[in-house]
């Protein structure tokens, strides 16, 4: 009988990097590993590639993904990168490749690129591996940020491979993994950076076009004249970064790491390494151990965003001028604060649209009242919103002010003033929203309330819960059960 052919060596892929010649990438070669055993797939994402999940199985994922077999070139990205403020010209993808680029169900581009494949020319010294923890920590952020509507990548399959790591920041040894994520590009700002240190601007330009028309290609259509299309792309990149600026802000999330190779030319949230979820509400909050000087602490992520949008201009100016460039990231702020705000609004049950236009200027902003109690009260920032819609859920909506009590059983309770404030705000906007001309009923703030907020945010403690049943027992069943409840909004009850 012969061999039945695995699906996802089927997938159409299509080779727009690859055609763009090796000025961009080195072809590299997988590790072989001792073992592959899948740990995790992600069977909503195999539908989106336009597959049936079904028709996949787990040596289906274990062959692709863990052994590449039938697959090839694997490239090697190229890029260079400002790091906590200095250049690196010696980056590249160390230890993942660019696996295969297709578009999806929605004929929207998807790269599918691996972590902890192995070593390439750009590993310095690395060992081109990922470990398990880090890999189970890469599951959770994108499937975390996704639920909560953040523009993110997210991990198709994560297959443990069976060797030793050494590591700095895990008990050691550790056990090792290879991943494969979906993200619209694994094209950075440091992509450009290197073209510019090499003073290469015709492969800049031959760069762009292709980022273009593979992600803007509604600016190709509008703009025949090749450099107010590039304007016009860094000025739509501007307005992504700042809505995901905004996304991760209302999130609670603190990426960790935005060095400018980390930032997609997609405006697209990827790469999660020591990334952290909030536990209070804390702008000075710092994911990664080695940021001594909290650069990239959760506050300063807009800002941070901003510079490194400008940080692009570098390269950019090799074929724009600068004046075009810099009138565009004067939209940043604007977005940002715009988007932040509705995405807030959101996480506490409301839209602006479901409330009468006179009556939303008679009525206090949320955003403000809802910053000032978190900062003084010890909750966690994701428990706070889970709460409020358990809450609203088990009561309803309060008929009076009076009648909305401090929500969080476990917690101390809240400063007096910034709780009166906060829940006569909410108060007043509950009622509006109910009243007015839309379709925000108590059941749709109750939906909503469920459907942006998770029922457990995964910050630190809780990713160390779930890590510790793998690590102590191999017992995968709280992870897959925090998956199930907490990030799938079907279960959730959500829609
Ligand atoms: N264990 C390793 N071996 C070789 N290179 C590594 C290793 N860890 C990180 N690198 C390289 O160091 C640089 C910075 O790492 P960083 O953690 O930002 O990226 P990454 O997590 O490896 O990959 P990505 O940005 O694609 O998610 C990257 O060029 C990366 O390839
Ligand atoms: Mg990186």
């Not at 001792?34 to 539908?47: E, K």
């Not at 398990?132 to 940020?145: D, F, P, T």
Request: charged letters at 20%; proline letters at 7%.
């Amino acid at each position: 009988m012969p061999a039945r052919p695995n699906p996802l060596m089927g997938l159409p892929f299509e080779g727009a990097l690859e055609d763009l010649g090796p000025e961009y990438w080195d072809v590299v070669e997988a590790a072989t590993f001792p073992l592959t055993r899948l740990r995790f797939r992600n069977n909503p994402l195999l539908h989106q590639l336009g597959l049936d999940p079904a028709s996949v199985s787990d040596d289906d994922l274990e062959a692709a993904y863990g052994r590449f077999e039938g697959r090839a070139p694997l490239l090697a990205l190229r890029y260079h990168g400002h790091q906590f403020g200095s250049y690196n010209p010696l980056l590249g993808d160390g230890r993942g490749f660019l696996y295969g680029q297709l578009r999806d169900r929605h004929g929207q581009w998807q790269d599918l690129g691996t972590k902890g494949s192995g070593t390439t020319p750009w590993s310095r010294g690395g060992d081109g591996r990922l470990t398990l923890k880090g890999g189970v920590r890469e599951v959770i952020a994108g499937e975390a940020l996704n639920r909560l509507g953040v523009s993110t990548s997210r991990t198709l399959s994560l297959i443990e491979t069976g060797e030793a790591l050494w590591r700095g920041d895990e008990p050691s040894p550790t056990r090792s993994a290879v991943m494969v994520r979906l993200a619209r590009t694994h094209l950075r700002f440091g992509t450009c950076e290197r073209l510019l240190f090499r003073r290469q601007p015709a492969q800049l330009e031959r760069l762009l076009r292709h980022v273009v028309a593979l992600h803007y290609p509604h600016l190709a259509v509008i703009h025949s004249d090749g450099e107010q299309r590039l304007v016009a792309f860094y000025g739509e990149l501007v307005q992504r970064v700042a809505r995901l600026a905004a996304e991760w802000m209302a999130a609670g999330f603190t990426h960790g790491v935005l060095n400018t190779d980390n930032m997609s030319l997609a405006g697209e949230s990827f790469d999660y390494g020591p990334f952290a979820f909030l536990e209070t509400w804390d702008p000075g909050f710092t994911a990664a151990y080695f940021d001594h000087d909290g650069l990239y602490a959760y506050g300063r992520q807009p800002i941070v965003c901003q510079h490194n949008l400008r940080l692009l201009q570098e390269p950019l100016a090799m074929l724009l001028p600068r004046g075009p460039l810099e009138a565009a990231l004067e939209a940043f702020g604007g977005v940002y604060a715009a988007h932040y705000r509705r995405r807030l609004l959101r996480r506490l049950g409301f839209d602006d649209g479901d409330i009468e236009v006179g009556a939303l200027a008679d009525l206090p902003d949320p955003v403000a009242p809802t910053l000032r109690l978190l900062a003084g009260w010890p909750v966690a920032y994701g428990r706070f919103f889970a709460a409020l819609a358990e809450h609203v859920r088990a009561c309803g909506l309060p008929a009076t002010a009076d009648e909305l009590v401090p929500f969080i059983g476990e917690a101390p309770p809240p400063p007096r003033t910034e709780w009166l404030a906060w829940r006569d705000v909410w108060w007043r906007w509950s009622h509006a929203a109910a009243a007015g001309p839309g379709t925000a009923t108590e059941a749709a703030i109750c939906a909503r309330l469920r459907r942006w907020n998770l029922p457990e945010a995964p910050n630190r403690p809780v990713i160390e819960r779930l890590w510790a049943a793998i690590d102590e027992r191999d017992d995968w069943t709280p992870l897959q059960q925090w998956l199930a409840q907490t990030v799938s909004p079907g279960r959730n009850g959500a829609g």
